[in-house]
């Protein structure tokens, strides 16, 4: 028996979970949870984790929210969300990687803003959303040992975005990743900086993901393998 196939949408919504929280964000939670309960492609627990952290969504403060993005995204490497961090690390390859994959992204029709890293795994994620669901999927399964690698450490945090980074995951076809059993993410602990939240608001409000009325198929696959850990 086949797995469902998610749609474009699924994508882009899990792309939304995974950026920087905004007022729209918080506002689209009521939508988010309703387009949920019809998608077949996320069901059973991974469902029930992502409505726990639309909970989380709606119980914190946006200031709060956007301490705790930072705490957890901006400061390390091993909950890092772009993808090529992972990979490549800061040698040269990843330079000339990003270049490739931005190439792709622009054949598919999807342009960034000048601030924008084509490897961040939510932008990746608007780019699945153009592609035939087979090939999304087959694409995403290459991120795999990345995502839970991220997914453990946001787990070992007992972070809510271990629950997105697990519906990820399952979109791949791997549900098997380890997460929180109650979640806690200690917004207690970040940072209370507002210049900088303000100055991270201002940037990506200036730099949207854009669509070209037109895409391409036939798009050379985007490898993705992760260095191991030190030992």
Partial sequence: MFAPRPNGLTFRLLAACLEYPDDTLIHSVDEAR?????????????RERLLRFFDYLGSRDLLALQENYVALFDRGRATSLHLFEHVHGESRDRGQAMIDLKQTYERHGLLLGSEQLPDYLPVFLEYLS????????????????????????????????????????AL???????????????????????????????????????????TQPGVAPVQFHARRPPR
């Avoid at 990345?146 to 453990?152: D, G």
């Fill in 130 to 169: 153009l592609l035939e669901a087979n090939e999304a999927r087959s694409l995403l399964g290459e991120t795999t040992a990345i995502l839970q690698s991220i997914t453990a450490e946001l787990s070992r945090r007992n972070s809510h975005y271990a629950y997105v980074t697990g519906a990820v995951l």
């Fill in 34 to 46: 309703a387009y949920l309960q019809g998608e077949r492609a996320l069901r059973g627990e991974t």
């Fill in 172 to 214: 791949a076809g791997d549900n098997g990743a380890a997460q929180p059993d109650e979640a806690h993410d200690d917004d207690a602990n970040a940072p209370h900086d507002r210049a900088g939240l303000s100055a991270l608001d201002a940037a990506w409000s200036e730099e949207p993901v854009r669509f070209m009325g037109n």
